[in-house]
Every structure is written in structure tokens, then in C-alpha cells.
């Protein structure tokens, strides 16, 4: 895939904390990513729930309340 033109404006809302990832910035591809792995992205998380790296659609319905 090409270089993505939102990927500067991405980044400025984008609260992954795992440094070696390759897609952040790159919504689409990050989405991608994390369905196939039956999880969501860290932007559906706050700060201090995306850091326990739980990503899991469990772990975001239990957070609000679902």
C-alpha cells in the first residue's frame, strides 16, 4: 500500500503505545490488522485501558457497560 496522506493528522489522535508498530497512523491498515485478530483498535480505549493492551471486544463492551 502506498503512503497514506492523512497519516501526519492520524498521528496526532492516534494513543497506541506499541512502539514498534508499523500502521499507526494508517487507520485502514491498523483496522484491518486488529479485526483479523477479533480485536479493536487502541483509539476505541482510553489512554490508561489501551495500556493493559486488552484490545478485545469483551474487554470494550465490559468497559462501557455493554
Do not use: V, W
Amino acid at each position: 500500500m502506498g503512503e497514506c496522506p492523512n497519516k501526519e493528522i492520524n498521528l496526532k489522535n492516534c494513543n497506541c503505545t506499541y512502539e514498534p508498530c508499523s500502521r499507526k497512523g494508517i487507520c485502514c491498515e491498523c483496522i484491518a490488522y486488529h479485526r483479523k485478530s477479533n480485536e479493536l483498535p487502541a483509539c476505541f480505549f482510553s489512554t490508561a485501558q489501551e495500556k493493559t493492551f486488552d484490545r478485545s471486544f469483551s474487554n470494550f463492551a465490559r468497559i462501557h457497560g455493554k
